[in-house]
């Protein structure tokens, strides 16, 4: 419950159709399941008190009784829970008969909500007994006064971020949804007390329409879903629920089994999404809410989090990811390029991770373009860190693509430039580095305005987000194609690349990937490679992390240090996570005069951070809110 995450389970318990005792007595045992394993918010089918497929004993007033008797005893059995309890039964208002859900909490019945849309059809006759919801009523019920009502909300004190709406089955079938004025009104949290028998295909429908209008209302959406016990006369109920949040599948139950079915809900993230957006506008209709107070207890996540955000899962979902990150960047550069009606490009080769998907793009662009591919000029520019091992793989891959070649040794050059502003050769601070870095640029841009090309940028958004670059040197570009991929990203699209290569272009791809990242501005050691990024500035898969929920969702360094913890588990321990964080927001704050003046680059993913388009910070913001929070951690 603490730092806006909500454990919610669904519930499916085993009933008789209109044993009401035996279902309360169900619900009850079911509910202090859920409590136990630290839901705080569980919700049952669609009339599971009585059971959905009462059919004509709906109108019974025996029936009607045993309800209230049974909510009565759930209310009873369930005050001590420090959980919210959502259950649907059958309610009498001034001689009409609605289908409703109670919200229950510390033997209190919050609220009730009836069903809007019944349906009258195929099935289903529910207009045959119930009365659509509508209007506002209070009433008496187990010895209560409560009030239902379509346009009720309920809100926790304790948590400001958890605010439930309901809505019940057919609800959600229908074009208008209630639970969109829901969550216009402010509700985070959806319910779906349900009744939804099987069939062939059904299944898929109802995941895809649970997911999407979890998506549409930036919100977590509960379908809890009747089974065992229902009558099978005509009708098969499987207990088939689902929880989604943001258009993501959190959980789904095995169908025709009963039990729970439980998420961990990211009511932050639900939050900031809100925030973000600014055609989520408030509701202009008129809702009540209902206050409740949950106690708030430390919460163990069990919610997945990927180390890896950027990243696709495996198998075909990365695969068609990888093709469609690659389509959007060489569309790009081919956009440009017929633009100013541009047939040749400069890539700055070093034989390392970034400058082989720029050339991986740059040749992918040109064949889109359908122009030759020696038009596009691989150079590499030797100096003082560079050993034969990424000088002879960016060789043979510019030979396996068969784009132009061009070796360019700078050393003399920089020693010139050394000469000139009375820098020591031996001093290898940062002017060693540096000067190395904007002498390659100012090659490539000098051989670019030679033969009437572009140069394209090999800089990615990782070093963009650490200010891992020079600036005015590997900084700048004509067209930065990398610019929105994280360099965990990085490797998996040039390994896809690698996958679908043939010999020898696969080897040299295998051999770069298995290169330790370098700028190579260190004179190597024994001819391997001295100098490792990694080492410096810390793990990129870290930083891509910290970059992810910084940016995309605006996390605190508090939460993105928990959830960091969460997704890395043993592999980073908590000292570690902290050092890196300090690490990343001092150098996000402190570089982001080189992110003010970027060039042009695609946007792939939801991050990018163009001064012109997803993050637009002042070059002087002060990092020390942030360092603060993170030091004390």
Request: net charge negative.
């Amino acid at each position: 419950m603490k730092d806006g995450f909500l454990r919610a389970a669904c519930a499916t318990p085993e009933i008789r159709v209109a044993d009401c005792e035996y279902n309360a007595e169900a619900i009850a045992a079911l509910a202090k399941e859920g409590a136990k394993a630290g839901a705080s918010l569980i919700v049952f089918p669609e009339l599971c008190i009585t059971g959905y497929t009462c059919g004509d004993l709906f109108l019974q007033r025996k029936l009607i009784q045993g309800a209230e008797e049974a909510l009565a005893r759930v209310c009873a059995e369930t005050a001590a829970l420090e959980a919210v309890v959502v259950v649907g039964l059958p309610v009498v208002v001034r001689d009409k008969l609605y289908n409703a859900a109670a919200v229950l909490f510390n033997g209190r019945i919050l609220g009730l909500v009836p069903k809007t849309f019944l349906p009258n059809y195929s099935e289903f006759y529910e207009l045959r007994h119930f009365t659509p919801g509508g209007g506002r009523f209070e009433f008496s019920l187990c010895g209560q006064k409560v009030l239902m009502s379509s346009s009720l909300l309920f809100s926790c004190a304790t948590m400001p971020g958890f605010t439930l709406g309901i809505e019940i089955c057919e609800d959600l079938w229908v074009p208008a949804p209630p639970s969109g004025n829901l969550a216009l009104a402010g509700a985070t949290v959806i319910v779906n007390p349900s009744a939804s028998n099987e069939a062939v295909g059904k299944p898929d429908y109802r995941r895809m329409l649970v997911a999407s209008q979890s998506a549409r209302l930036c919100a977590a959406y509960l379908y809890a879903d009747s089974g065992a016990g229902e009558s099978s006369t005509d009708l098969v109920f499987s207990g088939h629920n689902l929880i989604a949040e943001d258009g993501v599948l959190l959980a789904e139950s095995e169908r025709f089994k009963t039990g729970l079915t439980m998420a961990d809900i990211d009511l932050l993230k639900l939050s900031q999404e809100r925030l973000r957006m600014t055609t989520f506008l408030p509701a202009s209709g008129e809702m009540e809410t209902v206050s409740f107070a949950l106690p708030l207890h430390p919460l163990e996540l069990k919610r997945h989090v990927s180390p890896r955000p950027f990243v696709p899962a495996e198998g075909r979902e990365r695969d068609a990811r990888c093709a469609d990150i690659l389509a959007i960047q060489s569309e790009g550069l081919c956009i440009r390029l017929r633009h100013i009606g541009g047939k040749r490009a400069v890539v700055g080769l070093s034989g390392g991770l970034d400058s082989t998907l720029a050339l991986i793009v740059a040749v992918r662009a040109f064949d889109r373009l359908k122009l030759d591919r020696k038009g596009v000029t691989a150079v590499t520019m030797p100096c003082f860190g560079t050993t034969s091992r990424t000088r002879n793989n960016a060789e043979e891959l510019a030979r396996a693509y068969g784009v132009s070649f061009r070796e360019i040794p700078i050393a003399d050059t920089v020693l010139s430039h050394f000469k000139d502003i009375c820098q020591d050769p031996a001093d290898t601070s940062i002017t060693y580095e540096n000067a190395q870095a904007r002498e390659r640029t100012q090659v490539l841009m000098d051989l670019a305005n030679k033969t009437g090309a572009i140069v394209v940028g090999t800089g990615d958004l990782s070093e963009l987000a650490l200010g891992w670059a020079t600036y005015n040197g590997d900084h700048m570009s004509m067209y930065g194609v990398n610019a929105s991929v994280p360099k965990t990203l990085v490797r998996h699209l040039v390994s896809y690349e690698a996958s679908l290569s043939p010999e020898p272009l696969s080897s040299v791809l295998k051999d770069i990937l298995a290169t330790p990242v370098s700028p190579e501005l260190l004179p190597p050691v024994q001819g391997v490679i001295s100098q490792k990024t990694e080492d410096l500035v810390g793990p990129y898969e870290l930083h891509d992390f910290f970059l992810y929920y910084m940016v995309r969702w605006s996390f605190p360094p508090k939460r993105i240090y928990r959830l960091a913890l969460c997704a890395f588990g043993e592999s980073y321990d908590s000292e570690t996570v902290k050092k890196w964080l300090i690490t990343f927001y001092r150098r996000f704050f402190a570089q982001q005069f080189k992110r003010s003046c970027l060039p042009d680059g695609p946007k792939v993913g939801s991050v990018t951070l163009s001064p012109r388009g997803d993050w637009r910070m002042p070059s002087d913001a002060c990092a020390a809110l942030w360092l603060d929070e993170a030091e004390a951690l």
